[in-house]
């Protein structure tokens, strides 16, 4: 039998043993992630052309937006309002959209290509993935004047 | 008995492919620092580490260096996690395969300093001792990704609605509408989304049989690696590309020589470990 092939297993087990006892200490996990399964209603925070497809996901965008009301909008006091406790969503991809809004009073919505919006997908039926958006704001890449 | 004074060059590739990991995910860990605004520790473990690196990579100061580098990428992976609550999940494979290759080249020193051994062989007889325990890590992260998954949902991690779930919120508001089409039938297609699934929970819980070796080695690494091939395609999460490039290092098994194994060579994939 080849010496190395206990330690091998050894290695194994002191890192499966180490991770379940200090689960978030680098370089020990148990990835977790999505362990507990996911759910309809999925929700995103989006920010969409007039076509519903979202805008700048892959490059590094800053949106420039204004609310209905002239001015900044309370993310979480707005998202709250849509019962969003019983969705699914995914923290880390919403908080990508939220930190590239800078809100801008001056801002004219009326004018604006793009919209902030909260998109509910309800799950599958018949064939078909329906979802309904709440217009949150109105904006405009960064770059765009 | 005769000892090549040479280490096999399939080891020496493997040696400077864990230090590009390493790097990788070093890179990465400070690198996340210094872009929010944590400046002097960020850079004070990216100069840290990349110095432990280099030592890794010299023969004489490996352990040491090795462990260094592991350290300074612990520093960056809690201090982030202290100052932000969150680190990068996708580069704890690097400080993990380091510590397996660790751990063998430490129980190989043992090894030899506890026995005088004249058949420890040559001096990289340790690297091949770290090398499988490092594969050994490596089919720990996923047994443990695949176990989480068991303990917090069982089999309902298979039901249809799950995988669609995920796929919808990572994937489809940002598609083309060609695109979307597809991903579209299969999160509509349950058949589907809880064959994936299933695929994902066995090969992620049977990642262990990979230190079997021979072909199921390389057959299971592939697995893995078309498993991580689908989830990009269908979530667009592409930042598990250290595992993947592990993944690719470590598929296959290489003879192991005889002046450390003591037997008659073996040819590759012709028998386990």
Known sequence: MNSWKPAAWCAFAIYVGISWIAPEFYPFSTFPMYAGGAHFPVDRLLVVDARGMSVGREKSVEYRCVSSSGGALDLETALAASSRDGAFHVPYLDAEVREAIRWESSLTAEDLPWALVHRRFLGPSEGRLDHRDRVLAKCVGGGHD | ?273
């Open chain 2, 1 to 273: 008995m005769t000892e090549s004074p040479n280490a096999p060059i399939w080891l020496a590739r493997r040696r400077v492919a864990l230090l590009v990991g390493a790097a990788f995910c070093t890179l990465v860990l400070c690198g996340d620092l210094i872009a929010r605004g944590a400046w002097g520790m960020g850079a004070s473990c990216l100069g840290i580490g990349g110095l432990g690196l280099w030592g890794f990579g010299t023969r004489r100061w490996a352990l040491l260096g090795g462990g260094i580098a592991l350290a300074a990428m612990v520093v960056a992976a809690e201090g982030a996690r202290q100052l932000y609550g969150y680190n990068s999940r996708f580069t704890y494979v690097g400080g993990a395969v380091l510590l397996g290759w660790l751990f063998g080249t430490g129980l190989h020193a043992i090894r030899v300093r506890m026995s005088a051994d004249v058949h420890a062989g040559p001096a990289w007889a340790g690297d091949v001792l770290a090398e499988r325990c490092a594969l050994g890590v490596l089919c720990a992260l996923y047994v443990n990704s695949g176990c989480s998954k068991w303990v917090v949902s069982g089999f309902l991690w298979v039901a249809p609605e799950n995988l669609a779930a995920l796929i919808t919120a990572h994937a489809l508001p940002g598609v083309e509408p060609g695109v979307m089409g597809t991903l579209e039938w299969v999160v509509v297609t349950p058949t589907m989304t809880s064959l994936l699934a299933g695929i994902t929970l066995l090969l992620e819980t049977g990642a262990f049989v990979m230190l079997l070796g021979g072909r199921l080695r390389a057959f299971w690494a592939f697995g893995l690696i078309a498993m991580h091939v689908g989830i990009g395609l269908l979530t667009g999460t592409i930042w598990y590309v250290a595992n993947l490039f592990f993944l690719l290092v470590f598929a296959f098994e290489e003879a192991a020589p005889p002046s450390i194994s003591g037997e008659t060579p073996v040819s590759l994939g012709d028998q386990p470990l």
